[in-house]
Structures are given as structure tokens and as C-alpha cells.
């Protein structure tokens, strides 16, 4: 009997024994995740991966105009999807401006980070999901979300100078020199108004404009950049084939391809 006894005790001891050393495996990873999270995903605070941004959207948001009822719901239906990540995947990185009446007090992002990732898709023995979440949501999502109120108008403004804020965007995507996609998403009527150039009045033709300085001036460069429109109808009347026609020549011209131009009325 005694023979027996002992192989049982051995055998509990090797079941404690490995029951330990695998408790002190699963606890290892866990703090390597844990660590590996706290470090950050990437080198600065943009939340960007180690090796860069997979893609970098520009959102340039008109508040020149205030928005009638339904634009204003369309326009928040339209920032839940960047803040929820359907339209900023997980290392792409979003650049959130606002055109208003002087660019000159708006020339950098109100917002830039990358969508970190909300944990999805992830080994609970590779990170912390729950802290992924909570980065995604405290970090990313919100602040997104709280831009709503500072991107919309309480009265309108004189002057829409929305090629200099290209200008401005365009500078953005340079200075991150991402390689990957660049897109570029508009918010606006496009109806570009200032002293040097109106487009309420006179032609509307891109080849003519050319030929005036002021547009010569306001060219920009968006190489490789697609380019889509939320195009809120204030004025249906001017906001024509034509001026469509125009801001397709004018992002030709840059180097840039307007993709998608979808109305917005209201």
C-alpha cells in the first residue's frame, strides 16, 4: 500500500507543481500585455502604429452656414461613423479641421490621432482588451463625438475661404507623409466666397479662372489623394453641374480625384 500512497502523493505534487508553473506563465503574458499596452501602440501621442500610419483621412467640416434640422442630422449621423472607426479603420489616421470665416485662426487639426483599435480580433494573452477598449472609447470615440458642437455655425459668416483651408489640409498631409491612402472629406456647399474670388457670381469655368491670379494663387497639391464631397445644398441654384464640373478640374489640377459628391438637403 505504501508503494501506492506515495505515487499518489508524487503525482499531486507534479499536478500542483505544473498547476503553479502554468499559473505563473498565463500571469507572465498578462503583464507582457499589460506593459506592451501602457507603452503606447506607437512612438508619439497620436496613438499611430510603431511603424506609421496605414492611411491618413483629412475631414474639413464648413461652418460658414449654420445647418438647417436635417443637415445637423445627417452631419451627426456622419461623425459617429469616424468616431465608431467605420470610417477610420484601426492605425489610420484622422485630421479633423473646420473652415471658417478666417482661416488664418483655424490652420491646424482641432483633432489628429490615429484609431488605436478597440480591442477586437485580439489574444486576452497578447494585450489587455478591456484596456484597448477603454483607450478606444476615452481617447478616440469621444473626443470625436465632442467635436460635433465646435464644427457648427450659429450664424452665417461673410466670407467662405475654403481653398485656403485646402491649402491648409494639404500642408497636413506633407507634413505626416503617409504611406498609405490619403483621402480627403468635405463638409461644405463649396461655394468658395472672398473678395478674390466669388463663386456666386461670374463664370465658373476651372480653365478660364486660371487665368486670374487670385486663382492662380489658391492652386494647391493633393497628390494621390481621393476626394469625397458631403455637398450641403444651400444654394441649389448656383450649386450646378457647373461648379461640380469646376471642383473636379481644381482637385485634377492638384494632382487629387474628386471620387463621390453626395447631396445633402435640407
Not at 436635417?70 to 472607426?85: E, H, I, P, V, W
Not at 474670388?197 to 481621393?226: N, V
Request: aromatic share 8%.
Amino acid at each position: 500500500m505504501r508503494p501506492a500512497s506515495a505515487r499518489r502523493r508524487r503525482a499531486r505534487n507534479t499536478i500542483i507543481i505544473g498547476s503553479i508553473i502554468l499559473l505563473g506563465t498565463v500571469a507572465a503574458l498578462l503583464g507582457v500585455g499589460i506593459w506592451k499596452f501602457n507603452r503606447g501602440p506607437g512612438p508619439t501621442a497620436l496613438l499611430c502604429p510603431a511603424k506609421g500610419p496605414k492611411a491618413h483621412i483629412a475631414l474639413l467640416v464648413d461652418k460658414t452656414d449654420p445647418l438647417t434640422f436635417t443637415q445637423a442630422k445627417a452631419f451627426a449621423g456622419l461623425l459617429s461613423n469616424f468616431a465608431s472607426g467605420r470610417r477610420v479603420k484601426e492605425g489610420e489616421l484622422l485630421s479633423v479641421f473646420v473652415l471658417g470665416e478666417d482661416f488664418r485662426q483655424t490652420p491646424d487639426p482641432i483633432f489628429e490621432k490615429c484609431n488605436p483599435g478597440d480591442g477586437q480580433g485580439k489574444s486576452i494573452l497578447e494585450d489587455t482588451v478591456e484596456l484597448w477598449k477603454k483607450r478606444f472609447k476615452e481617447e478616440y470615440e469621444a473626443p470625436v463625438l465632442q467635436l460635433e458642437d465646435q464644427l457648427k455655425a450659429l450664424k452665417p459668416s461673410a466670407r467662405s475661404p475654403i481653398m485656403e483651408m485646402i491649402q491648409l489640409v494639404s500642408l497636413t498631409f506633407e507634413k505626416h507623409d503617409v504611406q498609405g491612402p490619403r483621402r480627403l472629406i468635405i463638409v461644405s456647399d463649396l461655394l468658395h466666397n472672398t473678395s478674390d474670388l466669388s463663386m456666386y457670381s461670374g463664370s465658373l469655368d476651372f480653365q478660364a479662372a486660371m487665368k486670374r491670379p487670385a486663382l492662380q494663387r489658391l492652386r494647391t497639391r493633393l497628390p494621390g489623394t481621393d476626394v469625397d464631397v458631403f455637398l450641403l445644398l444651400n444654394r441649389p441654384e448656383v450649386q450646378n453641374r457647373s461648379l461640380i464640373k469646376f471642383w473636379q478640374d481644381y482637385f485634377k489640377d492638384a494632382g487629387a480625384v474628386l471620387q463621390h459628391v453626395e447631396p445633402v438637403p435640407g
